[in-house]
């Protein structure tokens, strides 16, 4: 692991931040490989655990199958927010400063990560998401996918502000004081849209560059309609909540 860490200038050499992409994957065998070798192709400097959430297909196989990428297998499905938290907690154990989420359905623009990074590295914030909404893009989501983030993203702005249009993105790159906090306390579920509280709570900012989003590139989403709504109510509620919640030993930034 830390491939590039050194790397040569006129001056000789200099230290480059260690960048680990998190890939959160739940049977997704069918996608997983070839979002595998696009990371390799596309960023083969940074670093990749897949978080296999308890699939009961060939992820895992799949996985293996590149001797280059670390592999953690939960014991069963715990869901997105304990399984995003397990590769934060993995980034802080490894000493990494920056990590990226990146779905393993195919549908997150390998090709733009380097732009999420170097946006965090320029300090245009402490996490930067990929956005659907902020310019015209080739993304033409349901109806119902535009009503629940538009809710959203008005919910979220009432609460914290800051304008972000895609709140529920989970193609994100967050430096060292976001991870960490992350690591400690992360939204069990749906946390994309939650963990922005969190960040406000914490005195820490987020801001979103536009990329174009792919089509699931095969498998089956697991939010259905009747998700859709208990995802909505549950979410607004646990924001709500979370604005008046005093956390304590949280990580803070400058610390």
Request: hydrophobic share 40%.
């Amino acid at each position: 692991m830390g491939r590039g860490r050194l790397g040569r200038c006129k001056e000789g050499f200099v230290v480059r931040p260690r960048v680990l992409v998190i890939v959160p994957a739940h049977n997704e065998e069918e996608t997983i490989a070839t979002v595998l070798s696009n990371l390799r192709r596309e960023v083969p400097d940074y670093d990749v655990v897949v978080i296999d959430d308890g699939s009961t297909d060939k992820t895992a196989g799949q996985v293996q199958q590149f001797p280059d990428v670390a592999l953690i297998q939960m014991p069963f499905n715990v869901g997105i927010g304990a399984a995003m938290q397990t590769g934060f907690l993995y980034a802080v154990r490894h000493g990494y400063d920056i990590v990226v989420q990146c779905d393993a359905d195919g549908q997150h623009p390998v090709e733009a990560i380097p732009r999420l990074v170097q946006c965090v590295l320029d300090g245009k914030a402490d996490l930067i998401i990929g956005s659907r909404y902020v310019a015209d893009t080739c993304y033409k989501p349901t109806l119902g996918r535009r009503i629940g983030k538009s809710i959203l993203s008005r919910l979220v702005d009432a609460m914290i502000g800051g304008g972000i249009t895609d709140t529920t993105s989970g193609f994100r790159a967050a430096n060292k004081n976001v991870f960490s906090l992350f690591a400690h306390r992360y939204p069990d579920d749906y946390p994309e849209a939650e963990s922005l509280v969190l960040l406000h709570k914490n005195g820490l900012r987020a801001a979103e560059i536009p990329v174009n989003m792919l089509p699931r590139q095969g498998g089956r989403t697991s939010i259905k309609v009747s998700h859709g709504i208990y995802y909505m109510v549950k979410v607004a509620l646990a924001i709500f909540i979370d604005m008046f919640r005093r956390y304590t030993g949280m990580s803070r930034k400058g610390t």
